[in-house]
T-cell receptor, first 113, second 111 residues
Framework: SQQGEEDPQALSIQEGENATMNCSYK?????LQWYRQNSGRGLVHLIL?????REKHSGRLRVTLDTSKKSSSLLITASRAADTASYFC?????????????FGKGTKLSVKP | NAGVTQTPKFQVLKTGQSMTLQCAQD?????MSWYRQDPGMGLRLIHY???????DQGEVPNGYNVSRSTTEDFPLRLLSAAPSQTSVYFC??????????FGPGTRLTVL
């Protein structure tokens, strides 16, 4: 079963605008990760936030984590056409080893020039 | 460094055929995983390994076998292909399970 669920499923914005994507998850976690997938390619790790962190920045990315609400958000500021991709949140898979991830269904972001 | 490599990139099989999807990494990662990605379903974990000789099942293991004889290689075997296995398959590796590095994927069609 999916652990994380992203919202919205699709988002279309103009270049220069900010894009916000949300992720909700079901069980307690010790970290949450965000990945990007360009069309037809493998996923690329963007950022990891630990359960004792509330906010983390990396370049134009800002991630927040609210463990009480079991939710996270990814903000991309001043978006560019090159940010067009699908974005996934991922949480640890505790069915077995902690070394693997459960992914949400993703948010498809389209940034128009 | 090549990172994570997968072969083949594309494959068409007939129902009942078997095949092996290859995955290799050159980062000396202990953790390796196989995922499948279907439209609207995100990625689902098939099998994973935490080191040579150690493998375990993920969310959707039925119809697939894996083995891990070396740190570098983690092949995925389809025993008897079915149309429901039509998907894009991704292999990933990581150090201690954090920040997974993904291969480019294998697009499989089963007729």
């Amino acid at each position: 079963s999916q652990q994380g669920e992203e919202d919205p499923q699709a988002l279309s914005i103009q270049e220069g605008e900010n894009a916000t994507m949300n992720c909700s998850y079901k069980t307690s976690i010790n970290n949450l990760q965000w990945y990007r997938q360009n069309s037809g390619r493998g996923l690329v790790h963007l950022i990891l936030i630990r359960s004792n962190e509330r906010e983390k920045h990396s370049g134009r990315l800002r991630v927040t984590l609210d463990t009480s609400k079991k939710s996270s958000s990814l903000l991309i500021t001043a978006s560019r056409a090159a940010d067009t991709a699908s974005y996934f949140c991922a949480t640890p898979y505790y069915g077995g080893s902690q070394g693997n991830l459960i992914f949400g269904k993703g948010t498809k972001l389209s940034v128009k020039p | 460094n090549a990172g994570v490599t997968q072969t083949p990139k594309f494959q068409v099989l007939k129902t009942g055929q078997s095949m092996t999807l290859q995955c290799a990494q050159d980062m000396n990662h202990e953790y390796m995983s196989w995922y499948r990605q279907d439209p609207g379903m995100g990625l689902r974990l098939i099998h994973y390994s935490v080191g040579a000789g150690i493998t375990d099942q993920g969310e959707v293991p039925n119809g697939y076998n894996v083995s891990r004889s070396t740190t570098e290689d983690f092949p995925l075997r389809l025993l008897s292909a079915a149309p429901s296995q039509t998907s894009v398959y991704f292999c990933a590796s990581s150090y201690m399970g954090v920040e997974q590095f993904f291969g480019p994927g294998t697009r499989l069609t089963v007729l």
